[in-house]
């Protein structure tokens, strides 16, 4: 939950007094987001989302995620579409915060994925980076493999601490990595933070896809790693095959997987597990007890990270080759 | 802030089937109440608020709170009505916790009350208590003077770690309050906890109250003191005599105070400031660093404390008493 900064009415009338937007009818911090302050705002003429950009987002990279939003939206992809005050801006400043109002977007983030919303969300995936391919801004992953050892080192050795033996561990599987992750596959604008709670489904269909503030440019299929870590594991920590299957599946079939991709999935699993096992961990040794940020146990991760690097070829996920490669067909 | 409990949306959907309120759109939790998680609910035929009640809450209370908000809402004043079910209920069952749901309130609360938001508010306190006087439950006042002293015990002296002294302070003006507190003033139901957050303004004018759950069987002149001491004071602790002067004028043109309730007001605003010194204590002292709920400072009732036991004479808050007990005349 999140609600960092509090807003006035009057500071907020006078915001909404550059959009077309109709008078305040009221407003109510909600639970959604963990980097920044998300408003539900109500309007005569409507129901918005407010966000104010915390300190833990870059400026500099509001004018990519809005824009990237603005464009997805204008290409039939179901997002939050940033609204044009008078002027044509879509970023403004409230309580000393950045901010926009977004579109609303109805539906329900599910906290138990079938196989039917993995194979929908495959097919969103590819759909968000085909719409993406043309958006003209891009941004370097703040977090890709030549993160992970700053961001391991500024752990201090810590990780002891979580597991015996996990500094080892991650030493080992970071050498593999950096020493093996792939160069020459399709990149492109990818999500990056594709977890359920982004992901709203009305009526058992997808309905839209929210936050986009880790987006950026990168791997394409390492974005459906990331995605397949975040959906196809049971709580128990199991590896769900059938989710697996559907969720690539539903991808391939909007955008083909090219061979090498195909083959370098269990790499890019392993490297999206490396990623979120690293920063829960650096969270975990960091963040205050009595922060408003729940910390995530990073052994849900360790658990992922040892299971792709037990998988020997990519059929093991669940899903033949051939199917893959051929597309829809 | 507050959402305890998390709801999946198979279960809100099963609980939403009893209720001709149409099929879900979206849920979210909101920052809003403490003592109960809090969802803004949107269904095909409208915008509603979800309560989930937390243990906090004594769930025998429940029917005396809902069945009070209905009773209020029905006589016109404006806050959240009970919706029922198909069989008539206005209390189900949902992730293990007693839930209701209720219309939605446009309207903000305000961070900065003005003269005249105090005045409109005076008069909506007034009204509510001659609209509750038909209620027929009752409701002991679980935080009454005769509960301060356990609850003084139970900080086991750590007052003198928020500020020396001040269990002496607490204790000297304990046994006054005991001595002198008034046993014949008009009694009834009074909410007990109207502080800003829970008073909505639109367009400058008052348009709810919410938050009825420590609504409860006592002197009415003793909430017309706990709202005084909750409006009409400065961020520095200072006492607005132009705000204290609305507050009392707003409430006395809609219910003439008695001269016995107006010679008693600095006396019951001392045991105001003094029961919620005591809570604040007891959470400062007891509550975890790391909880939801945001501790506030007791130094602040002290402050507030110390102010009304310097006051001699009720004209000191800014009104003459043949004004208030003749009334609107």
């Known amino acids: 939950m999140a609600v960092y900064t509090d807003v006035t009415e009057p500071q907020l009338a006078a915001f909404l007094a550059r959009y077309d937007l109709g008078a305040l009818s009221s407003y109510k911090g909600i639970a959604e987001g963990v980097e920044n302050s998300n408003f539900l705002l109500r309007t005569t003429t409507g129901t918005f989302i407010l966000t104010l950009y915390e300190k833990r987002v870059d400026r500099g990279d509001l004018p990519f995620f809005v824009g990237l939003m603005e464009h997805l939206a204008e ?16 970023l403004g400043e409230l309580a000393g915060r950045p901010a926009a109002i977004f579109t609303f977007l109805d539906g329900m983030w599910t906290r138990r994925p079938s196989p039917e919303n993995c194979r929908a969300l495959g097919g969103a995936l590819a759909r968000m980076h085909e719409a993406a391919a043309s958006f003209p801004l891009t941004r370097r992953n703040g977090l890709s493999p030549q993160d992970w050892r700053p961001l391991y080192e500024s752990c201090g050795g810590g990780g002891d601490t979580v597991e015996p033996g996990l500094s080892a561990e991650i030493e080992a599987d970071l050498a593999d990595l950096e020493a093996r992750w792939p160069t020459d596959l399709p990149s492109g604008i990818i999500h990056a933070d594709l977890f359920p709670d982004n992901v709203f489904f009305l009526a058992g269909e997808l309905s839209g896809l929210i936050d986009f503030y880790f987006a950026c440019t990168d791997l394409l299929a390492y974005d459906l790693a990331i995605t397949l870590c975040a959906w196809c594991f049971e709580p128990d920590g199991s590896y769900n095959v059938t989710k697996g299957r559907a969720l690539i599946a539903g991808y391939a079939d909007v955008r083909r997987l090219q061979p090498a ?61 051939a199917r893959v490669t051929k597309g829809r067909a």
């Open 75 to 90: 290409r039939g992809l179901s997002c939050p579409l940033p609204v044009h005050d008078r002027e044509g801006n879509t």
């Open 261 to 321: 991709e195909y083959r370098s999935l269990p790499l890019l699993c392993r490297g999206a597990s490396m990623r979120f096992l690293l920063t829960r961990l650096y969270d975990w040794l960091n963040v205050p007890d009595d922060s408003f940020v729940t910390k995530k146990d990073p052994r849900e991760y360790l658990k992922k990270l040892r299971f792709h690097r037990s998988i020997r070829d990519t059929a093991e996920y669940g899903l033949e080759a």
